[in-house]
């Protein structure tokens, strides 16, 4: 997969874990409101529905703002790969404001470990520069900090 720099925004890293429990914590929406928002912000509601086209819908909670998210999933390879946006909701309705198409990658590397790199990408470089600006790398990391830890207890 070729980044385009001015697009897309990456983070990579390696976790202890094997990709298939990554991959079941991105699935199922009793998993997302464990890890999908940096603490002490929460995931209020999920709907996940497992298909290309199908819906993943989140609601957060930002520091007493409750915020919908609604996107659908594009891709989905099993342990490996999933793809998701906002810029459609179910049935493939175009969303009024679209913000970006995440893709998470899980690599496996043997023993119980795994490649985990979160992508997003924009449609402009200013979308990109406004998520990176709010605090992408940061953010993503500690999702991926708390998808571990709570990974781990499974």
Same mark, same amino acid.
């Not at 983070?11 to 009793?30: G, K, N």
């Not at 459609?88 to 309705?93: C, I, L, M, V």
């Given at each position: ?17 094997? =990709? ?5 914590? !991105?699935?199922?929406?009793?998993? $997302? =409101?464990?890890? @999908?928002?940096?603490?002490?912000? +929460?995931? #209020? ?5 497992? /298909?290309?086209?199908?819906?993943? %819908? ?10 919908? %998210? %609604?996107?659908? !999933?594009?891709?989905? #390879?099993?342990?490996?790969?999933? #793809? ?7 049935? !493939?309705?175009?969303? =009024? ?5 995440? $893709? ?7 023993? %119980?470990?795994? /490649?985990?790199?979160? $992508?997003? /990408?924009? /449609? ?7 998520? +990176?600006?709010?605090? @992408?790398?940061?953010? !993503? ?10 990974? +781990?207890?499974?």
């Amino acid at each position: 997969m070729i980044l385009d720099p001015a697009l897309d925004l990456s983070l990579t890293r390696e976790i202890a874990l094997p =990709p298939a429990v990554l991959f079941a914590c !991105w699935t199922q929406s009793q998993h $997302i =409101p464990q890890f @999908f928002v940096p603490k002490p912000h +929460r995931v #209020v509601a999920c709907h996940i529905d497992l /298909r290309v086209g199908g819906a993943f %819908n989140t609601t957060f909670d930002v520091d007493g703002a409750v915020m919908q %998210n %609604n996107g659908v !999933w594009l891709e989905i #390879v099993q342990d490996k790969k999933l #793809v998701f946006t906002d810029a459609y909701t179910e049935g !493939w309705k175009p969303a =009024p404001e679209p913000f970006m198409t995440a $893709i998470i990658t899980l690599d496996d590397l043997g023993d %119980n470990r795994t /490649r985990y790199t979160a $992508i997003a /990408r924009h /449609r402009s470089a200013e979308a990109a520069e406004t998520h +990176r600006q709010m605090g @992408f790398y940061q953010g !993503w990391g500690t999702v991926v900090d708390q998808l571990e830890a709570y990974a +781990r207890g499974l």
